[in-house]
């Protein structure tokens, strides 16, 4: 199956090319071949992997699983941390903290997106 693509015939691969790193996994290139194979839905499903993962951070922080200790220890361990940053984090609501550990777990939310994209968007793509 191939799919056009500015005129050019463009084969439909997902796979990784072998050497290349890990931050090349997340480039610009990257999702700009993301979003030239798998368009809107594509887009759609970025959106639905952020806004859970985002709900899901929403949801552990309001119930106390999550405080603002917690992420002070964490972006210590990070070295990450800085007296102000404390005096902030002390400061913030459930939203904002909710917020920081939805940017912290970028990494594995890319992970998960590129794994799945495939999956999901395949079967309710249009076929030409």
């Given at each position: 199956y191939q799919r056009r693509v500015h005129g050019n015939p463009q084969p439909r691969s997902t796979k990784v090319q072998a050497g290349s790193s890990a931050a090349g996994a997340f480039s610009a290139a990257r999702v700009q071949s993301l979003v030239?194979?798998?368009?809107v839905p594509g887009i759609i499903w970025y959106l639905a992997v952020y806004g859970g993962t985002f709900a899901g951070m929403y949801g552990v922080t309001r119930m106390g699983l999550l405080t603002p200790d917690h992420v002070e220890s964490f972006l210590q361990w990070l070295s990450m941390d800085?007296?102000?940053m404390s005096a902030r984090l002390?400061?913030?609501g459930t939203l904002a903290i909710a917020f920081?550990?939805?940017k912290l777990l970028s990494p594995v939310r890319w992970t998960f997106f590129f794994a799945t994209v495939p999956l999901v968007v395949r079967p309710i793509q249009p076929t030409k």
């Open positions: 030239a194979q798998y368009g800085s007296p102000e002390q400061q913030s920081i550990l939805t």
